[in-house]
């Protein structure tokens, strides 16, 4: 078996299928740094990310694929946990190989199952456009914490930036402790200390600003007079709502 160990970066996935036509040789397995080898490894190959190389393969790939499964790409590679490089690998180097377009090739099982985890991911970036609530801090700050199953945030930055131009925010996953800053002018990416106080989620009420509370109950109350309870639904709103958003949702408070 031929393995590939790279840092686990999307520049250092394409760096190996550079690496793989250099050498001529192409792996059995992608595995991340620090990952336990396959029984039967024959040969492993540790791969540098080079940007350099990394651009030559995206810019082929934009040649040969359309710019939406270009961006399929991508967004399977945002799975996380359900990310698999080793389907990735597979259908970028059938795409470069094929003299044809093979992204509508869907009896292929890697060109399938890419789009499928990739289907996923957009999924979860259209549940954190809609269900991302804001809490105004008392500085005039905009605080949104998230933790989707996906990591879906960078998907959603473009929509929030133009979406919401006008204030100043920050949209937060806790779950992988990174998010973004929107300043009026430009958004930056963040990273909170383990002890910071917004990472429990919600900002405790004497940082808040001081019509904050006030918004927040009179939305509950808006929620709850708007509630018929004879067609409540537990089922059907949990299809459209997923819970794991719930903790989030002032509503549901």
Same mark, same amino acid.
């Given at each position: 078996?031929?393995?590939?160990?790279?840092?686990?970066?999307?520049?250092?996935?394409?760096?190996?299928?550079?690496?793989?036509?250099?050498?001529?040789?192409?792996?059995?397995?992608?595995?991340?740094?620090?990952?336990?080898?396959?029984?039967?490894?024959?040969?492993?190959?540790?791969?540098?990310?080079?940007?350099?190389?990394?651009?030559?393969? %995206?810019?082929?790939?934009?040649?040969?694929?359309?710019?939406?499964?270009?961006?399929?790409?991508?967004?399977? %590679?945002?799975?996380?946990?359900?990310?698999?490089?080793?389907?990735?690998?597979?259908?970028?180097?059938?795409?470069?190989?094929?003299?044809?377009?093979?992204?509508?090739?869907?009896?292929?099982?890697?060109?399938?199952?890419?789009?499928?985890?990739?289907?996923?991911?957009?999924?979860?970036?259209?549940?954190?456009?809609?269900?991302?609530?804001?809490?105004?801090?008392?500085?005039?700050?905009?605080?949104?914490?998230?933790?989707?199953?996906?990591?879906?945030?960078?998907?959603?930055?473009?929509?929030?930036?133009?979406?919401?131009?006008?204030?100043?925010?920050?949209?937060?996953?806790?779950?992988?402790?990174?998010?973004?800053?929107?300043?009026?002018?430009?958004?930056?990416?963040?990273?909170?200390?383990?002890?910071?106080?917004?990472?429990?989620?919600?900002?405790?009420?004497?940082?808040?600003?001081?019509?904050?509370?006030?918004?927040?109950?009179? %939305?509950?109350?808006?929620?709850?007079?708007?509630?018929?309870?004879?067609?409540?639904?537990?089922?059907?709103?949990?299809?459209?709502?997923?819970?794991?958003? %719930?903790?989030?949702?002032?509503?549901?408070?």
């Amino acid at each position: 078996m031929i393995v590939y160990i790279y840092d686990k970066s999307f520049e250092g996935l394409l760096t190996t299928v550079f690496d793989a036509y250099g050498r001529k040789i192409f792996p059995d397995s992608i595995l991340p740094e620090g990952a336990v080898h396959p029984m039967f490894t024959e040969q492993v190959f540790h791969v540098n990310t080079d940007e350099k190389k990394a651009s030559r393969v %995206w810019n082929m790939l934009t040649k040969k694929l359309s710019a939406n499964v270009c961006n399929m790409l991508m967004y399977a %590679w945002l799975a996380d946990d359900e990310r698999d490089e080793d389907s990735l690998f597979r259908y970028i180097r059938k795409a470069v190989d094929a003299p044809l377009s093979i992204e509508n090739n869907f009896a292929d099982k890697d060109i399938l199952k890419v789009h499928q985890i990739a289907q996923k991911v957009a999924h979860e970036s259209q549940y954190l456009k809609q269900f991302v609530r804001f809490q105004k801090a008392a500085d005039d700050i905009f605080f949104a914490p998230v933790s989707p199953r996906y990591n879906a945030l960078p998907l959603t930055i473009t929509h929030f930036k133009d979406r919401f131009s006008d204030q100043k925010w920050v949209i937060y996953d806790l779950k992988r402790k990174f998010g973004f800053y929107y300043d009026l002018h430009s958004v930056v990416e963040i990273t909170f200390g383990e002890d910071e106080h917004l990472l429990s989620g919600k900002l405790d009420e004497k940082l808040m600003a001081e019509d904050e509370k006030l918004f927040q109950d009179l %939305w509950k109350g808006y929620f709850k007079a708007l509630t018929i309870k004879e067609r409540l639904n537990p089922s059907l709103q949990r299809q459209h709502m997923p819970r794991r958003f %719930w903790k989030y949702l002032t509503e549901k408070q």
